[in-house]
């Protein structure tokens, strides 16, 4: 799998402005990519902030966002998601309504919408053909922002749907890597699968070695300041789980005894519910927005 797609747009003579906002309580890193030949723009993998223990959602993370792309006159076209996230709740929807612009996500979600529908036991009006998503990306597939060619890389392992996006010399990765002295995201939730997850990262290590890739999340190991920009050439030299040419078998069983270690993320709950649904909360008989907790599920 390490071969890139053919039609993925690799144009390292194009650099789109990247403005990344930072969400403390959960690690993430969210973007605005702006063509630099237009007003157009595309924000990736938002934020919605939720209160789990009082049940109260807010937006102050995507408010921010928001203010930027009006203050700076931007046009927004595309909503994407890297992936169903386990850790965060995206705010795609509450942005959508106020700017515009299409959600898109790998066609996988039809994977995790079904495995994770089971899970929370939800009954048949829960539609899982991805309807609640503008566009189902697959592999390869391109779309614009502004004068700008992005194209969608299916990168699995973490989850089914994970998708890395290439716009110009840049690509943002999702939860396939970490910064080089993080590693690699975890691939034990359902769907996920070690070998799957180093196949992908190969893939995002065969882009040029000059490509800027963006990260979901940094934690900021051993205390250094949070970071979320490196590049190819440095994830191939120093990243600690797939740097040096660590094989495949190596990597597999390093992975699997660090996630048997791990507790499941904070927010996975809120988390699964909210994002299969493209940032929808889950409403009751009722209508009232309401969560399911799981109980041994998970």
């Given at each position: ?54 049940g109260r959602i807010t937006h102050d993370g995507a408010d921010r966002i928001i203010a930027f792309i009006r203050e700076n006159n931007l046009r927004l076209e595309w909503l994407i ?98 910064m080089p002295d993080g590693g690699s995201a975890r691939a034990d939730f359902p769907g996920g699968d070690a070998g799957t997850l180093y196949d992908s990262i190969q893939r995002v ?93 998970l």
């Amino acid at each position: 799998m390490t071969h890139l797609p053919e039609t993925l747009p690799v144009d390292m003579t194009l650099t789109p402005e990247v403005t990344a906002f930072f969400d403390e309580p959960t690690n993430t890193i969210s973007y605005v990519v702006k063509d630099p030949a237009s007003d157009a723009c595309a924000v990736i993998d938002s934020v919605m902030d939720i209160d789990y223990a009082a049940g109260r959602i807010t937006h102050d993370g995507a408010d921010r966002i928001i203010a930027f792309i009006r203050e700076n006159n931007l046009r927004l076209e595309w909503l994407i998601e890297t992936h169903v996230h386990a850790d965060h709740l995206s705010a795609a929807p509450y942005i959508q309504q106020a700017l515009g612009g299409k959600i898109g996500i790998g066609e996988n979600i039809l994977i995790v919408q079904d495995t994770f529908g089971k899970i929370f036991n939800e009954g048949t009006e829960f539609q899982r053909d991805g309807s609640q998503f503008d566009a189902l990306f697959k592999d390869g597939d391109t779309y614009m922002i502004g004068t700008m060619q992005a194209g969608a890389m299916h990168t699995p392992g973490h989850t089914p749907a994970c998708m890395t996006h290439v716009v110009g010399d840049a690509a943002f990765v999702g939860d396939t890597l970490f910064m080089p002295d993080g590693g690699s995201a975890r691939a034990d939730f359902p769907g996920g699968d070690a070998g799957t997850l180093y196949d992908s990262i190969q893939r995002v290590l065969a882009l040029p070695d000059a490509m800027r890739l963006f990260m979901c999340h940094d934690y900021g190991p051993g205390g250094r300041d949070i970071r979320w920009e490196t590049s190819v050439a440095e994830q191939k030299a120093d990243n600690i789980h797939v740097g040096g040419g660590a094989s495949r078998e190596e990597f597999v069983r390093m992975r699997e005894e660090r996630d048997a270690t791990l507790a499941m993320p904070r927010l996975i709950i809120p988390s699964l519910q909210v994002n299969m649904r493209a940032g929808e909360v889950p409403r009751d008989a009722s209508g009232r927005p309401m969560l399911k907790v799981p109980v041994n599920a998970l």
